[in-house]
């Protein structure tokens, strides 16, 4: 059985959520939050497999509950719902390691099948979602982006394929047989290799010039 918390601020659609996917006997709501700050808890406290949460909610958003979800349990897994098709929004959340980033209008029967593949290690991003981020991408949001050209070594380039799907610096040393910190120092080197700020310029510039 699949163990789910449901995040929202909107009692309407927790109930909904709730509703339809208890219809299935592999699914389990074990726990409802309001707010990213209860989301952190429960998950704390309960280990659900998966967490299904709304990016704009008060006291703490969705990305922040993410990214500290994350650090501290990183075998669960996250789906944000979003009703905003935010480029920027879904930049944070697969560089803090999120599984999945889907509108909260997505058909029923296609969430459930999305939390079965995200729970069997799929990272899920909606496709109408994709097509607003890749009009993004070709558009004047790269105009900070363009930079000299480097030499990435092959593992570089392993290591910003993996970023760009939202794997942690762990996940990736595990994958690689590298320790953490042999990645920290490798993603850290790319960015200022390429004088870039942070992780998701990072993978902006792969995505950017065909790296990956």
Avoid: W
Avoid at 35 to 53: H, Q, R, S
Avoid at 104 to 116: G, Q
């Amino acid at each position: 059985m699949i163990k789910i918390v449901v995040v929202d601020d909107h009692v309407l659609l927790l109930e909904s959520l709730k509703t339809f996917i208890e219809q299935d006997d592999n699914f389990k709501i074990i726990g409802e939050a309001k707010n990213g700050v209860e989301a952190i808890d429960i998950c704390k406290k309960l280990y659900p497999d998966i967490v299904l949460m709304d990016v704009k909610m008060p006291d703490m958003d969705g990305i922040q509950a993410a990214k500290e979800i994350k650090r501290e349990l990183p075998r669960i897994k996250i789906i944000i719902l979003t009703s905003y098709e935010d480029n920027e929004s879904i930049f944070e959340a697969f560089a803090m390691g999120v599984d999945g980033f889907i509108l909260k209008n997505t058909n029923p029967n296609d969430l459930m099948e999305i939390i079965r593949l995200t729970v069997n290690g799929m990272c899920i991003l909606q496709r109408n979602i994709m097509e607003h981020f890749m009009t993004q991408l070709s558009g004047k949001c790269f105009t900070d982006y363009e930079k000299i050209d480097v030499e990435l070594t092959v593992e570089d380039i392993k290591v910003l394929e993996m970023l760009s799907v939202g794997k942690t610096n762990r996940e990736i040393a595990k994958a690689l047989n590298y320790s953490e910190g042999t990645i920290k120092n490798r993603v850290s080197k790319m960015i200022n290799l390429l004088d870039l700020k942070d992780r998701t310029q990072l993978v902006v510039y792969a995505l950017k010039h065909d790296l990956i």
